[in-house]
């Protein structure tokens, strides 16, 4: 198929290389050039804008930081809009505001063409292995001409229901793995300050009923435990317009979401205190700060994913 891709960072520049794999003739773009160079050596051709990578495309793929950037593309001048044609497939994989989604499903409908969130799950590594999650919201028809390409990037790819709906969920997920973060690094350095060595406190943990996702069995012994911060798969920056997006959907719901806002709370203290640059574990360092505690061990790293 003719496919326009635009992001080309940890996630967007791996599901890239996974669709020219799967031998799509594939038009690029990425307000950073360079990030394109290996999708240029591998086939794939340059657009200057957004509106370039939709032109004549059957489906244009977006992975952009936040709801401003996928508004800005999407809808901008030089914009994805401005460059598709009628039955044109627009997707947006970007964690993203489900009434952003929404607003831009109804002006591209005017112009016949169908918009898809699908948003994914399973980090830069899930994206490089073509093993994401991918949760899909828009019509079921659009949906069903996409998935060939679609499971290109992901081995778990699945319908969520109308437009909107897999941006919910996917804000759902993030809410609980996001604040998951913030209570595993207040329960580490209790254990490790009252005196439990951090290896075994890990296998404890992960041998308990709580300790079967990947944050306490890649992210603790992979990141937190080697202190390595600064091996980016997902940005703590993006981990606090997560939860912003999902308190926003909350408000306008009129959901209480007590526990999440304390998450925010304290995302938002890491972010000012510089972390945002860092993995979005590094929540951990305020909490490793205040307690006194490095929940440190070097030996216990394990095989790699990380869970964004
Ligand atoms: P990233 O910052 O690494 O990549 C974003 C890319 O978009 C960059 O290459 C940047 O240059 C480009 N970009 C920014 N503004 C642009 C514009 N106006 N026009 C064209 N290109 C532009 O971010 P990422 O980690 O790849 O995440 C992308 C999306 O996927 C985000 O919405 C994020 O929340 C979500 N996500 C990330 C992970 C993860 O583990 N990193 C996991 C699941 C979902």
Redesign the pocket.
Known sequence: MRIGF???????GHMAMNVIAGGHDVVV????RE?AERHLAAGARWAAT?RGASEDREIVFT????PA?VE??ALGEGGVLAGASPGTIYVD????SPTLMRRIHEEFAGEDVAVLDA??????KGAELATLAVMVGGPEDAYERAKPVLDLIGDKVSYIGPSGAGAIAKLVHNLITISARVIVGEALTLGVKAGVDPEALLEAVQNGSFGQGNLIHRTVPNIVYQGAYDNV???LD?SL??LRLALELAGEFDVPIALGAVAEAEVAEAVDAGLGPLDSSASIILQERRSGVELRAADAIRSWQ?D?
Do not use: C
């Not at 635009?6 to 967007?12: A, K, Q, V, Y």
């Not at 994989?93 to 993203?96: A, H, V």
């Open positions: 635009i992001g080309l960072g940890n996630m967007g773009h990425d307000i950073r990030a957004p992975s952009l930081p936040g950037e800005q593309v994989l970007s964690t993203n948003p994914v799950s399973g980090g830069s798969g997902f940005a993006l317009k997560d990380d964004g």
